[in-house]
């Protein structure tokens, strides 16, 4: 499983990106992001990458314990479905009730 620690960004992006790579090239494709708690736009472009691999290989990417930054990150670039999230904005807007 690709690993990254506490925080995916620019600063780590290009070491995570290379890991995650090679593991999921060996068909490793399962990524927890339960311990993310510093992401930025690196996140998702390194996200994105291993899911073009995945798919490379007839496999896609399972992402599990993915912060709600990072899943609104994909939601703004509009990738979430890409990456197999759900969208946020769906998810996060309060019902409307309409009287008639």
Same mark, same amino acid.
């Given at each position: 499983? #690709?690993?990254f620690g506490a925080s995916l960004t620019n600063r780590n992006a290009a070491a995570v990106l290379r890991d995650g790579l090679s593991r999921v090239t060996q068909?490793?494709?399962a990524v927890d992001c339960s311990a993310l708690v510093q992401v930025d736009s690196a996140a998702v !472009?390194?996200?994105l990458a291993w899911q073009r691999a995945a798919a490379g290989r007839g496999q896609a990417l399972a992402l599990t314990g993915v912060p #709600?930054?990072?899943a609104?990150? !994909?939601s703004l670039y509009g990738v979430d479905g890409l990456l197999g999230? !759900? #969208?946020v904005a769906a998810a996060s807007l309060p019902e409307h009730h309409h009287r008639h």
């Open positions: 499983m #690709p690993s068909g490793d494709v !472009a390194v996200l #709600p930054q990072l609104e990150l !994909a999230l !759900a #969208p």
